[in-house]
C-alpha cells in the first residue's frame, strides 16, 4: 500500500519545530516533528485543501454519494474531509483516493451529525438531560460512538451544548435546555462518552461542541438570528458549558451562524483566539458550520467571497464547512500578503493532529471495515441501553387522578388515541438519520405488546396539525367504551430542530378540541406528550388526570412509555427546562435576576403581566413519581468557608411511599448582596437517589466554594465574601430545606475552568 504521508511521517525525526504561536497538542513521541514535515511538502492548494470539508447527499437512493467532481478534488489533496458520508464500504471506496491517488497520501477525515445516536436512535438531548443522570448519557453517547465508528464515521457534530432559554427556539430540542450547571455536566459526559479514554481506539469519536457561541439566545427564538447579550451574561451562563467540554478534552468546536454583539461566531477572533486558545488554552480546531463562512457576506461584515474566508480564518476558524471559500478564494489571499502563511500552516497543523490522534495515519481504513459494520450496530445490547435511557428521560408532569400507574390486571379494552399514538417517524426525533422508522417500536406497539390479553384499539382522532375535527366524535366513542385511555399528543419531528422555530408554543392543529372530548368521555385517561421543546398548555394541564412528558425517546418509545405506564419502571426525570403558561412567557428560566419591584399580582407597580402569570406552568427541575419523598435535616459544613475551601451540604432523603423510586434532589443557592444583581437562583448540584420503600439515606453533596464565582463589577470572576442562602428540594419551585453560608475572607480571582460538586449518598 502506497501512502506517501506515513512515509514522510516516519521519515522527519529531523524536521523543526511548531510554528511559533501553534498551540496543536504533541504527543510525547515525534508527533510533532512528523506533522511539521508533512506541512513543509505541501503545496499551498494542499493545504487548503486540508482546511476544507465538502458535503455528501446522505439520503441519496442506494446510500451516501458525492458529486462526481469532488473525487477529482481528493485525487489533488484539495479536500480534508467530508460529512455526511459514511457506510464502511463508501468511505473505504473514498479514502483510497486520498491515500493511494493523492500526492502525500493524507488521509480523510469523515464527519456526521450523530446527535442521539447512530442506527440505534436514543432519545433526542433534551430527553436525555430530563434524566439528570451523567452517566447514563455518557454511555448512550459510547453506545453512537461505537455504532458510527462501525460505520466508517471519525467525527460527530455533537454535543450541543448552547444554553437554551426560549422554547421558541427549534433547535431547544438538541441541547440540555436552560440552565449552565446541568449543561456542564452533560456537555462533559457526552465529550467523555464520544471520544472514550483513547483516541486511538477505532470506535472514538471526535466530539465537536457547538454552536460557539451563544447560539442559544437568538432574539425572537428564531434560529440563525441575532444574539445581544452582555459579556457578563455570555461569560456566566452561555460560556460554561463550552469551557466544560473543553476541560473534559473535546477536540473540535463549530462555529455558530448567530451574530454576537455585532459580530458574527464565525470571524469572532475576541472569542476563537482570544477566550476559546488564549485564556481557556483549548488546543484543537474549530470548524464553521454549513456556509456560516460564506454568509460573513450577507450579515454584512464582509464584501465579497475572499473577504470572508480571510476574515474567518485570521480570527481561528481551521476548517470550512461547505462554502469553499478556503480553498476557492485564499490562495491569492496569500499570495498577496492579505492572510499570513504561517496562520495557514498553524490551522494545517490542528487538522492534521486531530487525524493522528486518531491513528488514521498509521492505518487509514481502521473505521472502514465491513465485518464490525454488520456486527456492531443495532445490538440487542444497544436497544437495551437505549430502552433504560429512553425510561430515564420521561417526566411525570402530573397525576391528579392517580390514574397511573394502570393496573394491567384491570384492563380489558385499552384506547390508544392520537395523532402519534402509532408514529413511528415522529418517535425519532430530529436529527435522526440513519435511523430508521422500521426500527422504532411506537407507543401502540409498545401497549400491545406489554398487555397481550388486552383489547388494545387506537383511533388517531386528528391529524398533528390539520383542520378536519370529523374524526374527535369517533375517538371519544372509543374512550368511553374503554377500561383506560392512553392519550398521545405533542409535535410532529419535523416541528423541532434547525430552522423549525415556532411562534406559537400551544398544541398545533385541533389536538386541544381532542383532548377535551377524550378526557370528558373517560376519566382514566392519561395524557402522554411527544415533542422537542415545552409547549405552553394550561388548559391540557389542568383537565388531564395524568399527564407524561415523553419528548422523542427514540427507537424504544414504545417499551419505554409501556414500562412507566404499567409501573414497571418509577419515573424519575426532571424538566431541565420550564414549561410556560404562555407563549408570551417566553424567553422562560428559573434562574433569572430579581427586580427592584418584584412580580406580585396584588401589586399595581410591580413587574408582571396583566393577562397571565408570570412564572411557569412547570418549573424548571419538576418531576413527579408514583412514590413520596421527604427531606430533613439539613446541615452545612463549615457554615463558614474560604474561597479555597469545600462546603458539604448534607440531608436526610426519605421515601415515604409504597414504591420504590429514585429522587434527583436538587441544591440551589442565591447571593443576597454582591457587587453586581444576582440569580435567585442557581443550582450547584443535584443527587440521583435510588430508595427502597420506607428507606432512608443521608445525602451529601460537596460543593467548591469556587463554584459560587461570578464575573463581578470589574468584569473579573472572583468568589465574593457575603452571606448566601443555601437551598435542597425537588425542583427550583419545591424548595424543601434552607440553611445559609458565609463566604469569608477577602474577595478572591478564580478561573473559568469548569468546576462540579460531587454527590455521595450513605
Known sequence: ????????????????????????????????????????????????????????????????????????????????????VFGADFTRELQTIAVEKSRLGIPLL???????????????????????????????????????????????????????????????VEGSGEDPYLGMVMAAARVRGFQGDDLARPDTLLACAKHFAAYGGAEGGRDYNTVDVSERTLRDVYLPPFRAAVDAGVVTLMSGFNDLGGMPASAHGGLLDGVLRREWGFSGFVVSDWESVGQLIPHGLAADRAEAGRLALTAGVDMEMVSKTYIQELPAEVRAGRVPIGVVDRAVRRVLAAKERLGLFDDPYRYSDPAREKADILTAEHRAAARQMARESIVLLGNQGGVLPLAADRIHTLAVIGPLADDRQAALGPWSVPGRAADVISVLAGLREALPRARVLHDAGVSIEGGD???????????????????????????????????????PGRQMELARAVIAANPKTAVVLMNGRPLAIPELASRAPALLETWFLGIETGHAIADVLLGLHNPGGKLPVSFPSATGQEPLYYDHKPTGRPGDPKVVWSSKYIDAPIGPLFPFGHGLSYTRFEYAGLSITPDRAGA???????????????????????????????????????????????????????????????????????????????????MVGASSADLRLRGRLRVTGPKTPVDDRARFSRAATR
Not at 473 to 501: C, H
Open 110 to 172: 469523515y464527519a456526521f451529525d450523530v446527535i442521539h445516536g447512530f442506527r440505534t436512535t436514543f432519545p433526542v438531548p433534551l430527553a436525555e438531560a430530563s434524566s439528570w443522570d451523567a452517566v447514563a448519557v455518557e454511555n448512550a453517547a459510547r453506545v453512537a460512538a461505537v455504532e458510527a465508528t462501525a460505520a466508517g464515521i471519525h467525527w460527530t457534530f455533537a454535543p450541543m451544548v448552547d444554553v437554551a432559554r426560549d422554547a421558541r427556539w427549534g433547535r431547544i
Open 469 to 507: 375535527a370529523r374524526g374527535i366524535a369517533r375517538a371519544a366513542r372509543l374512550a368511553a367504551r374503554a377500561d383506560a385511555v392512553i392519550l398521545v399528543l405533542g409535535e410532529s419531528d419535523a416541528m423541532s430542530g434547525e430552522a423549525k422555530s415556532r411562534a406559537d408554543l400551544s398544541l
Open 1 to 84: 500500500m502506497k501512502n506517501p504521508a506515513l512515509l514522510i511521517l516516519l521519515a522527519a525525526c529531523g524536521a523543526t519545530g511548531p510554528a511559533p504561536g501553534d498551540e496543536t497538542p504533541r504527543s510525547p513521541a515525534a508527533a510533532p516533528t512528523r506533522i511539521d514535515a508533512l506541512v513543509a511538502r505541501m503545496t499551498l492548494d494542499e493545504k487548503l485543501g486540508q482546511l476544507t470539508q465538502l458535503e455528501g447527499a446522505w439520503d441519496a437512493p442506494g446510500g451516501p454519494k458525492i458529486d462526481a467532481r469532488y473525487r477529482a478534488m481528493i485525487a489533488e489533496g484539495r479536500v480534508g474531509s467530508f460529512l455526511s
Open 644 to 726: 479555597a475551601d469545600t462546603v458539604a451540604v448534607e440531608f436526610a432523603l426519605e421515601n415515604s411511599g409504597q414504591r420504590a423510586g429514585v429522587e434527583v434532589a436538587q441544591l440551589y443557592i442565591h447571593d443576597l448582596a454582591a457587587s453586581v444583581t444576582r440569580p435567585v437562583l442557581e443550582l450547584v448540584g443535584f443527587a440521583r437517589v435510588e430508595l427502597a420503600p420506607g428507606q432512608i439515606r443521608r445525602v451529601r453533596i460537596e460543593v467548591p466554594v469556587a463554584m459560587l464565582s461570578f464575573h463581578g463589577a470589574d468584569m473579573r470572576r472572583a468568589v465574593e465574601p457575603g452571606e448566601v442562602e443555601v
